[in-house]
């Protein structure tokens, strides 16, 4: 596998994905590049949208196919904004309203856990019936006030309460060894070193 379409518009993840994957030499591709629309996620788990949307990629571009679907989900807010971050506070997406509104519904409320979710899907053709997946979680907390230039989506205010900083204040470099993609994607190379 010497090409792989990445199932993203989102340019932080593209980012991203690039970044943590460059050891293994594979060409990334993204979906854009190709003409291949953004898949419709109409599902409510993380899983089930990063399938339809690696199927998706694989299926039209003829590709091998790398989606992930990931959000932050908030336990005073019973799981919410979950597989509704990026569109948390409705159309067109915007990280400034998404974090706002999150804000808003946490106003008063003392548990302000969260954790942050990836599912990564690869899918070696459009119908493969053995898609490799796997995810990650990373822990923390909702600040109110937003800190950091880095990162992207819910990162100001996602705080590490062991490292006493943001998402956003971490390098990139930091994120990657121990955020909820970099966590899934380690794992995605684990299966694909197994899996030869």
């Keep these: 596998m010497d090409r792989l379409v990445v199932a993203s518009n989102n340019a932080g993840k593209l980012r991203e994905i690039a970044e943590i994957l460059s050891p293994l030499e594979i060409t990334l591709v993204p979906q854009s590049s190709l003409g291949v629309p953004e898949a419709e996620e109409p599902h409510d ?12 990629a694989a ?3 003829g ?15 019973a799981g919410e904004p979950g597989v509704h971050s990026a569109r948390f506070a409705g159309e067109p997406r915007s990280d400034e309203r998404n974090n706002r509104h999150l804000i808003e519904r946490l106003a008063g409320r003392d ?11 690869l899918m ?14 990373w822990y923390g907390e909702i600040v109110d006030v937003p800190r950091g230039e880095g990162g ?11 490292l006493g900083r943001t998402a956003a204040e971490l390098s990139a470099g930091e994120k990657h060894a121990i955020s909820h993609r970099g966590q899934a994607l380690r794992r995605l190379v684990e299966i694909l070193r197994a899996d030869g």
């Design 111 to 121: 548990d302000r856990s969260a954790h942050y979710c990836c599912v990564m899907v």
């Design 63 to 77: 590709l091998p196919a790398l989606a992930d679907d990931s959000g932050i989900c908030v336990r005073a807010l």
């Design 59 to 61: 299926r039209i571009s």
């Design 45 to 56: 788990t993380f899983v089930e949208n990063a399938l339809a949307k690696a199927r998706h």
């Design 152 to 162: 992207f989506g819910y990162d100001p205010h996602f705080l590490l309460p062991a």
């Design 124 to 137: 070696r053709h459009g119908d493969d019936p053995e898609p490799l997946i796997a995810d990650g979680r």
